[in-house]
């Protein structure tokens, strides 16, 4: 079984009507995190008063496997310590003077529910963003634990309406949901299925993609975040390899990669190689260090005859959260789009 890319599908109301299940829940990605934000607003209000009541916590430790998102928010932010915890329970050090964050959006993580039951146990405050009967949500039950009760599975969105929180009680940055459901619907509406390959900048990504292995790199802290996801859905659409990391990790991918020669026949023994393509997230990031980074990618990819696209955010987003949840959406678009366009025979 032999498997192409076939552009024309792209532009095939028949078989974008077929994937609607694909291309529907990008599309709504804005609405998600508004109907999120409207849904928690009350239990957000009184919780966010009832923590303005009392001391700044000694530390915030972001629990469960989605800590690894506000970690790449709050790090640069959090006027207290802060800590991430992927794994399951909590550090041995948590007591009733810090504060715990969970994002569950699904409610049925272990790891989570584990964190939340020791959280409670231990007096700690808590803010768990999970569905309101869930198993998460059971193990939540606690005097100082607040709900968030949030509905549609969206990591994002529950990471939106918990970072507002977190904004509001002067732990964090500023987190507009307002301006991150905006540039989620500017993405949409510019991927759109029914804008054709010509003015439609996530059909041409997904024909650049087609038959290379991308390398992800985003310069910040939240782009390289975004980087990872955008590999990893990548990764799910084409059932080939995808990388993503920092530029220490990913030059030598690229300088190991063999220098493309003009007179070379790609389909002389039958075979196409898969070469490397350069994916570059910008999100407008201007510090030094970035600038350098992507100067050395760049400088290696055009050594090797790579192909470099980038993809920058919608310029009207200017919080942190909004750009990365632009570079994210757009790159899922250019994900699902290359998943359509590959065929199997």
């Known amino acids: 079984m032999t498997t192409w890319f076939d552009e024309s599908r792209l532009d095939d109301a028949r078989v974008l009507e077929d994937r609607d299940g694909l291309l529907r829940p990008l599309a709504e990605s804005g609405a998600r995190v508004r109907r999120e934000v409207t849904a928690t607003a009350e239990v957000l209000g009184a919780a966010v ?68 039951s020791e959280a409670a146990r231990r007096g700690a405050q808590a803010v768990v963003a999970c569905p309101p009967r869930s198993l998460v949500a059971e193990h939540a039950e606690g005097r100082w634990t607040t709900v968030l009760p949030v509905t549609t599975g969206d990591q994002l969105a529950a990471a939106v309406v918990t970072l507002d929180y977190l904004d509001r009680t002067h732990l964090g940055p500023r987190a507009d949901a307002e301006e991150v459901a905006t540039a989620l619907d500017a993405v949409a509406t510019a991927c759109s299925p029914h804008r054709d390959l010509a003015v439609n900048p996530a059909k041409m990504l997904a024909i650049a993609l087609a038959d290379t292995s991308p390398v992800v790199w985003g310069g910040s802290v939240l782009a390289a975040r975004a980087a990872r996801r955008v590999a990893e859905s990548l990764r799910r659409a084409s059932g080939t390899t995808a990388l993503a990391g920092d530029a220490e990790h990913l030059l030598p991918v690229l300088e190991a990669t063999r220098p493309r020669d003009v007179f070379d026949d790609p389909f002389a023994d039958g075979t196409a190689e898969r070469r490397p393509l350069l994916l570059v997230l910008d999100d407008g990031t201007e510090e030094a260090w970035a ?41 899922r678009y250019a994900a699902a789009y290359l998943a359509i366009g590959l065929v199997e025979e």
């Open 291 to 331: 600038r350098q980074e992507r100067t050395r990618l760049l400088a290696a990819a055009s050594s090797r005859g790579i192909r470099t696209e980038t993809v920058r955010c919608d310029g009207t987003a200017t919080t942190e959260v909004a750009r990365y949840a632009s570079l994210v959406l757009h790159g």
């Open 49 to 116: 008063a009832r923590a303005l009541e009392g001391n700044r916590p000694r530390a915030v430790v972001a629990a469960g496997p989605d800590s690894r998102l506000l970690r790449a928010v709050l790090e640069p932010w959090c006027p207290v310590p802060f800590v991430a915890w992927p794994g399951p329970g909590l550090p041995g050090w948590v007591g009733s003077l810090d504060l715990v964050v969970v994002l569950a959006p699904e409610g049925s993580d272990q790891g989570s529910a584990s964190a939340v």
